[in-house]
């Protein structure tokens, strides 16, 4: 069985300011960690993914996260958040090659300020 | 390329309707995946098919049901609808192999009144 859980529901930042997005899970085999966003009456979009390899993975609009096995975690960060980002946040974990099964977690929602 | 598409966008029924929604999956990909979003439970996993059959299943009663056709379009069904049945349907697809990326859709929203 696999869990994730996403420490804050909400962040509040500083437009400019870094943020990071907590993210902590829980599984018994191999898995594979994705951060989704979604924008209000929208679906969700891919932010960034770990499947193997580097630990510090880069993705779309400036985001970066890094697995740490040791600490189950893979936390979200940006450098210098906008306005544009507000959004809600998803960590999600999955597993086993051909198993499109994905976990999520509660979610956090970015709210960013002027 | 088209992304996913889902239909009706939006949907009001009563408690014991039963309602079908539809997907159609980026051409090629032939993995389709339902999620329920409710504020309260979050997302979760409804079922996935996989060139036309169920692979996997999440813990939802029989009331929920699917199914996948050859063109890989997908229906999700949900009879005798409850209260607790609102939610935002999410469809996602991928090619099914070496753990792509899964596309979502923009989602259906069910009111059950």
């Known amino acids: 069985a696999q869990s994730v859980t996403q420490l804050d529901s909400q962040v509040p930042v500083f437009e400019e300011a870094p943020v990071e997005l907590r993210c902590n899970y829980s599984s018994s085999v191999s898995v594979y960690l994705f951060w989704y966003v979604q924008y209000p009456n929208q679906g969700l979009q891919l932010l960034l993914k770990y499947l193997s390899g580097s630990t510090l993975v880069k993705g779309i609009n400036g985001f970066e996260a890094e697995f740490n096995k040791s600490q189950t975690s893979f936390h979200l960060r940006k450098p210098s958040v906008h306005i544009s980002d507000t959004a809600e946040y998803f960590c999600?974990?999955?597993?086993?090659?051909?198993?499109?099964?994905?976990?999520f977690g509660t979610g956090t929602r970015l709210t960013i300020i002027p | 390329k088209a992304g996913v598409t889902q239909t009706p966008r939006y949907l009001i029924k009563t408690r014991g309707q039963q309602v079908t929604l539809s997907c159609s999956p980026i051409?090629?990909?032939?993995?389709v995946s339902w999620y329920q979003q409710t504020p309260g439970q979050g997302l979760q996993f409804l079922f996935e098919y996989f060139s036309e059959t169920q692979r996997n299943k999440g813990n939802f009663p029989g009331r929920f049901s699917g199914r996948q056709f050859s063109n890989s379009r997908s229906e999700m069904n949900v009879s005798t609808l409850e209260l607790g049945d609102s939610a935002l349907y999410l469809c996602?697809?991928?090619?099914?192999?070496?753990?792509?990326?899964?596309?979502f859709g923009p989602g259906t929203r069910l009111t059950v009144l």
């Open positions: 999600a974990v999955g597993s086993n090659f051909g198993n499109e099964k994905l976990t």
């Open positions: 051409s090629g990909h032939r993995s």
């Open positions: 996602a697809s991928s090619s099914g192999q070496a753990y792509n990326e899964q596309f």
